[in-house]
């Protein structure tokens, strides 16, 4: 699997999450910088956690605009795999790639902690190795992680299967205080009409082998491996 981890000024993720896709998939992991106007030949693109460009102006908003991004663009619109974990979830919403916007968390306080999720979408390339309605518990950590949309794109994600992961406690319920950002209905990731392009916040790339704490995270780098093997 060729997989490309796209790197900005300010990401700090990047190398965490090419240690977890070569320790699954065994492959190399080009690190291709924010200024490069191309990306390689690649089966999956990511995009990493951080704070790209300082997060000034908004969450992801330059970032959006580097040269690299718009080759991101394109090989999404034309059907290449695209992960955005955290800062990578805002810079995928600021391209629209995703719809939405990221805002500053409901307690205006960085959260760093484990959270529980619940699987809503086990279709798309990266979560096939999931159950649905499978609990799993992976590592948050954001200052702007406040997922918001229109009460219209709020009910089409909904209907259209497209949230891929909530908030929830421990037994699966969806309640306030599973919710660590505020983000409307306990969303924690969503996906594009394709399944195509996934944007999260919570950090797989941090519980995927017993080192770390957990391996709930691994699977969504399986599933990837998977997706490419089919």
């Known amino acids: 699997m060729k997989a490309s981890v796209i790197v900005f000024p300010g990401s700090n993720c990047d190398r965490d999450v090419k240690v977890a896709i070569e320790a699954v998939t065994g492959t190399p992991v080009n690190m291709v910088w924010h200024g490069d106007a191309t990306v390689p030949a690649s089966d999956v693109i990511v995009l990493p956690g951080g704070f790209s460009y300082g997060d000034y102006l908004r969450c992801g908003a330059m970032a959006a605009h580097s040269p690299i991004m718009r080759d991101v663009v394109r090989r999404a619109r034309a059907g290449t795999p695209v992960l955005g974990i955290c800062n990578g979830f805002q810079v995928l919403c600021e391209t629209e790639l995703l719809p939405g916007v990221l805002q500053r968390n409901a307690s205006l306080q960085f959260v760093c902690r484990d959270v529980w999720l619940r699987v809503e979408n086990n279709t798309t390339p990266f979560t096939s190795h999931y159950r649905r309605n499978e ?62 392009v996934l944007g999260l916040m919570p950090h797989p790339e941090r519980l995927f082998e017993p080192a770390l704490g957990g391996t709930d995270g691994r699977k969504m780098f399986e599933s990837m491996l998977a997706r490419i093997a089919a």
Not at 146 to 167: H, I, S
């Open 135 to 196: 609990i799993i518990r992976l590592h948050v950590a954001h200052g702007d992680g406040n997922y918001f949309a229109d009460a219209q794109t709020l009910d089409q994600l909904e209907g259209e299967g497209r949230v891929v992961l909530r908030y929830v406690d421990e037994t699966g319920e969806i309640t306030a205080t599973a919710n660590p950002n505020g983000a409307q209905r306990n969303i924690a990731g969503i996906c594009d009409p394709t399944g195509k």
